[in-house]
């Protein structure tokens, strides 16, 4: 499956912002979809992740409460809605999926986010700016 990154702009702290990943060549189902951001300087970061057969979900600590990540079947697109936006959120965001059949039970979600990452396939992502 590939996916398409967009939604990005330039928004003032305590902003909201909806990101769309629009996913092309087959459904979304039994899929694992991360939700990643790169800050210029710093290291990639696993933000959140999905699991399209129970509907699953996780998100690193520092966006709890604040993003959500949602799917429209009927549009193959997952959503990352990102609300009181902060300045530390300004990153490029990228969204990358693999089939669940990949990642174990048994992995906790930082296991799983790191299996997105590694074996996803990467598109280009979409620019978040937050600045007054």
């Known amino acids: 499956v590939q996916l398409q990154a967009s939604g990005g702009g330039l928004v003032q702290p305590g902003g909201s912002l909806r990101l769309s990943c629009a996913a092309s060549?087959?459904?979304?189902?039994?899929?694992?979809i991360g939700w990643f951001r790169q800050a210029p300087g710093k290291e990639r970061e696993g933000v959140s992740c999905m699991f399209t057969s129970d509907g699953s979900t996780y998100y690193t600590d520092s966006v709890k409460g604040r993003f959500t990540i949602s799917r429209d079947n009927a549009k193959n697109t997952v959503y990352l809605q990102m609300n009181s936006l902060k300045p530390e959120d300004a990153a490029v965001y990228y969204c990358v999926a693999v089939h669940e059949s990949l990642i174990s039970s048994s992995f906790t979600h930082l296991q799983a986010l790191k299996v997105i990452a590694d074996f996803g396939s990467w598109g280009q992502g979409t620019l978040v700016t937050v600045s007054s």
């Open positions: 060549g087959r459904t979304l189902d039994n899929y694992a």
